[in-house]
Each structure stands twice: as structure tokens, then as C-alpha cells.
């Protein structure tokens, strides 16, 4: 099962398209080289221990906190080319613009126009040359989710090669990021739906099986449980204890962690104390699951702090007002590309036929829904969805009106009631920054 990226198989537009946005992806991270923050310091000492020592360690002590595949994939990079955070950003740059090639073979079937439409916009969507610029998994796990799609779509596990190789993109992304687990479960469901044979997905599963395996059977040895993570139940409890917002806040009651020694322990702790609240608080609960719903589906206000406030992680001063420090024109370029394409998406969801690439992305959005329900919410979480709803948007651009009245009057309906709901969660996000002011 290969990929095929020959770039003698596209048009000169198409070719134009992919060097441009290299081009915008490589200038922006020449630019605005920053200190590494957040997220970024972990997996940088994680992937220096890798390409140094060989351990999987923060400051020689064996973690499995963070997920395995992304600092893995930057200690190669630094093995190769010296530590060196920009070298790994370059290679992102890349991976998104293979992103944008898969986009244009997923759409196969359309016509040339649909599928230009698609791999432009992704080549010219703002958020996605931001995220490059960062040390996260978002854009490499994204590369591979679609590309997971794409061998889903084109080779409908047709064979057990095929069902091996795409339990091991499966398996690869559980390892960059642990709750996909859940989809290799849902998967099913999509094929099912889709009227597409299971025969071979016992097959997909023995992939996924043997590419977690080692990293499974390592976390027994060195740490003494058998779990992909240490950190499942940390972010269960993030998002269900009295001090929960429904985003990402780090404010616990400090009985949890009182006798605790290990990150095994501290996990285990964790998960108890937010399992036991989620049942004693069953309506709270669902209060916060909507919170968290609309902290997934808020503005690009972390990925712009991030890239553009001076001192992101400065604890004195409100997020809000960090926000609203990012000069406007930037806030509405980033975030009119992330809303206009989210809202078409939606819009070329409801206008198109019930395939396989369907379902694959409706049973994705419900388990990245259900996901982020249960733990919390956040502005860089639908980022991985954002591919998906380029490719539909891509469908109904050309014709926007026309896709609009083809909806019966139940799903204009229910588009209405998302297109207000969405813009609800940002007007509100205005009113805040406004506030900060």
C-alpha cells in the first residue's frame, strides 16, 4: 500500500499551489524563531534523551507521561541533523504540504476543480503554517490521520497487506496520541455503515497491536504497568473535579496526590478521584461536557498567544488579555480561514453522499466529540478535524448557494443550529477579549 506522490501526476497550478504554501510555511518559521514553550520543552528533552542515551527520560528519570511517537520522530531528526527545534519545523513543513497532496488523491472520484479547491486551501490555511512553527504533534499526527484516510478510502483494506498497514498507521497515531484507541474500536462502525467488507479488520487490529506492542511491554518492564500513557487519567481529571472549567485547568483538590510517589500512582489517583466525581456529578458533569464542546470549537486564541504574545506562559496576566494583545488583523485573518472553512465544511457534510469518506469522517468527528466530552476542551484540539472539513468545503465552494437550497428542511435545520451555536461560542470569546481591554 504506497502513497503516491509523484508530482508528475498533478497539474502546473497544482504544483504552483504546493511550492507557494511550502514557500509561506518555511519564510514564517525563518521569521519568528521563539524560545520553546509549553509542550514544546517536554518533547525536546524527551527526544535529546532518546538520540543521547537511548532512555525515554525526563532528566534520567523513565517517564511514559508524554505519548512516545512525536519525540521519537524528533529524536531521528536530532540524531541526524544535531539538536536542532528547527530542523524538526522544516520537516513539519512538509508533512503539511503532504497533507494537502492527500486531500487532493482523497477526492479522486471529484472533479479537477473540487480537488484543487481542496489541497489550496489547505495549503494556504493559516492556522496550519502557524502550527508548523511549533513543537506539537498536531501537525505530524494530522498528516497521518489523513494519510490513515486516504489508505482507508482508496484501498478499503482490500487486502491483509493493506489491513496490516493501516492498523499500523493506526497504531502510530494511538502512539502520538493515546485516545485513538477508541477510534480503532469505532472504526468498524464506518465500514459497516459504508456497506464495506470486516473480513480483513481482524488484521488491522494485529497491526495496531504490533506497532503499540513494544512501547506497551517497555512501559511494563521499566515502569511496571502495561499502558500506552501515563497521563489518562491526569487529563480525565482536568476536565471533571470541582475547579473544572471545561478547558485546560491545572487546579486540583490537593488531597488527590497526597500519598503519592510514582506517575503510575499519581495516574491511577487521578483517575479514581475523576471517575468518582463524574459519578457523584452526573449533571455537572453534562453542564461541563458542553463547556468543554465550545472550549473545542473556540478561535484560534491559543495558537496565536503561542505563536505571537512575547511572553505566552507569563502567569500574571490573563489569558484574555494575552488574546487581546495579538495585533487585529492577525486575529481575523487566522481566524476567518479556521471559521469560513469549519462552517463550509459542515455546510458540504450535509450536501454529500453517504461513502465511505463520509462516514470515515462522521465517525471520527462523533469519537473526537465523545473524547473531548469525557477529558476537556481547547482551541488546538480541532485542528486534526480541520483537513475533513476542508475536503467537504472544497465540494460546495464553487456553488454555495445551490448546496444550500439541496438541503431538505430538517438539515437546513440543523445546520442553522450549528452555524448558531458556533458563532455564539466566538461572539462570546469577543465579548471576553473586549472586556480585557
Known amino acids: 500500500m504506497a502513497l503516491p506522490v509523484n508530482l508528475r501526476l498533478f497539474s502546473r497550478q497544482v504544483i504552483l499551489l504546493l511550492v507557494v504554501g511550502l514557500t509561506l510555511r518555511i519564510v514564517f518559521i525563518a521569521l519568528h524563531q521563539h524560545p520553546l514553550i509549553s509542550d514544546e520543552r517536554d518533547y525536546h528533552k524527551l527526544a535529546v534523551s532518546l538520540a543521547t542515551t537511548g532512555s525515554y527520560e525526563y ?26 527545534p528547527i530542523v524538526v519545523k522544516i520537516l513539519q513543513a512538509l508533512f503539511d504540504l503532504m497533507s494537502a497532496i492527500l486531500l487532493y488523491l482523497i477526492l479522486e472520484k471529484e472533479n479537477e476543480r473540487a480537488r484543487t479547491i481542496a489541497l489550496g486551501l489547505w495549503c494556504f490555511y493559516l492556522p496550519a503554517v502557524l502550527y508548523t512553527n511549533l513543537l506539537f504533534t498536531e501537525t505530524i499526527f494530522t498528516f497521518l490521520l489523513v494519510a490513515c484516510c486516504y489508505a482507508v478510502i482508496h ?39 459504508a456497506r464495506i467488507s470486516l473480513r480483513k479488520y481482524s488484521f488491522v487490529l494485529i497491526g495496531a497491536a504490533l506497532v503499540l506492542a513494544p512501547w506497551v511491554i517497555r512501559n511494563y518492564v521499566v515502569l511496571g504497568k502495561p499502558t ?29 496526590f497526597t500519598e503519592v510517589e510514582t506517575e503510575i500512582q499519581a495516574d491511577e489517583s487521578a483517575f479514581r478521584y475523576a471517575t468518582e466525581y463524574i459519578l457523584n456529578n452526573p449533571t455537572t458533569f453534562v453542564v461541563n461536557g458542553v463547556k468543554k464542546i465550545a472550549h473545542l470549537f473556540s478561535s484560534e486564541n491559543g495558537l496565536l498567544v503561542l505563536n505571537f504574545h512575547e511572553n505566552p506562559e507569563e502567569p500574571s496576566e490573563r489569558f484574555s488579555v494575552k488574546y487581546a ?23 458540504g457534510l450535509f450536501n454529500s453522499q453517504r461513502d465511505m469518506l463520509w462516514w470515515f469522517v462522521v465517525v471520527l468527528i462523533a469519537y473526537w466529540l465523545v473524547t473531548h466530552v469525557v477529558v476537556f476542551g481547547g482551541s488546538r484540539f480541532h485542528f486534526p478535524l480541520m483537513p475533513f472539513f476542508a475536503l467537504f468545503a472544497s465540494l460546495v465552494i464553487p456553488n454555495i448557494r445551490q448546496a444550500f437550497q439541496k438541503l431538505t428542511t430538517i438539515q437546513k435545520s440543523a445546520f442553522g443550529i450549528l452555524v448558531v451555536s458556533l458563532c455564539s461560542i466566538w461572539v462570546a470569546e469577543i465579548y471576553t477579549v473586549i472586556n480585557a481591554l
Not at 520522530?73 to 541533523?81: E, H, I, N
Not at 495579538?326 to 465544511?345: Q, R, T
Request: proline content about 6%.
Open 228 to 256: 500506552i500513557i501515563t497521563n489518562g487519567g491526569i487529563n480525565l481529571l482536568i476536565g471533571n473535579n470541582p475547579n473544572a472549567t471545561g478547558g485546560y485547568t491545572v487546579k486540583f483538590p490537593e488531597n488527590i
Open 155 to 193: 484501498y478499503k483494506i482490500g487486502t491483509t497487506k493493506d489491513a496490516l498497514l493501516t492498523g499500523g498507521f493506526l497504531g502510530i497515531l494511538t502512539l502520538m496520541k493515546p485516545g485513538m484507541l477508541l477510534l480503532i474500536i469505532l472504526l468498524p462502525a464506518a465500514l459497516l455503515f
Open 59 to 84: 532528566d534520567g528519570v523513565s517517564t511514559a507521561y508524554r505519548p512516545f511517537a512525536y519525540p521519537a520522530l524528533m529524536s531521528l531528526v536530532y540524531l541526524l541533523a544535531g539538536e536542532q
Open 325 to 347: 494583545s495579538i495585533p487585529l488583523a492577525i486575529v481575523i485573518l487566522v481566524n476567518l480561514a479556521y471559521m469560513s472553512i469549519l462552517l463550509l465544511g459542515i455546510l
